[in-house]
T-cell receptor
């Protein structure tokens, strides 16, 4: 079993839809949880950052972490064509360990 | 510049050749990371530096891969005797906050080994 599992999609939705992306993980030591967005032929850019469990909201984006279930989610409200990209979950433990990424989910929002 | 700069953006080489990939991090960022991303996959950790020293090189796949950061700023990833399986996008990232995952990535160096 990989440390981080993420369904690669692709996921296609119409403009204005609510999008739900998620990842599961196996390492209970993970404490930092991130979502990165990657446009084609570009480097990943940090979208959301959460420490430990809970929710975090930033505009149309909400990140949720459930450490008891080892499950994290990213919700996108009122999706826009500009949201079309690959979304990567990433996580790390404390103490100098590397950031581990999921495979990424490719999202396409049609106008 | 304002962001992480990587050169070359594209590199095509022949099997068995030596390759160097360069990364110039954001000024003031002490942590620097190298990742490799194959098509349809997420970035795979290779090595990270805190200052001049390699804090964790556990992701380097074998001894053909080596990275240096002699003055604590620019880093070079070196690949000897390249193989077709080394073809990927090599991503560099830097961060100000150590160990929290808030990484700033460059656009990557796309390596193709023929």
């Amino acid at each position: 079993q990989k440390e981080v599992e993420q369904d690669p999609g692709p996921l296609s939705v119409p403009e204005g839809a609510i999008v739900s992306l998620n990842c599961t993980y196996s390492n209970s030591a993970f404490q930092y949880f991130m979502w990165y967005r990657q446009y084609s032929r570009k480097g990943p850019e940090l979208l959301m950052y959460t420490y430990s469990s809970g929710n975090k909201e930033d505009g149309r984006f909400t990140a949720q972490v459930d450490k008891s279930s080892k499950y994290i989610s990213l919700f996108i409200r009122d999706s826009q064509p500009s949201d079309s990209a690959t979304y990567l979950c990433a996580m790390s433990a404390s103490g100098g360990t590397a950031l581990i990424f999921g495979k990424g989910t490719t999202l396409s929002v049609s106008s | 510049g304002a962001g992480v700069s990587q050169t070359p953006s594209n590199k095509v080489t022949e099997k068995g050749k030596y390759v160097e990939l360069r990364c110039d991090p954001i000024s003031g960022h002490t942590a620097l990371y190298w990742y490799r991303q194959s098509l349809g996959q997420g970035p795979e950790f290779l090595i990270y530096f805190q200052g001049t020293g390699a804090a964790d090189d556990s992701g380097l796949p074998n001894d053909r891969f080596f990275a240096v950061r002699p003055e604590g700023s620019v880093s070079t990833l070196k690949i000897q005797r390249t193989e077709r399986g080394d073809s990927a996008v090599y991503l560099c990232a830097s961060s100000l906050k150590l160990n929290t995952g808030e990484l700033f990535f460059g656009e990557g160096s796309r390596l193709t080994v023929l």
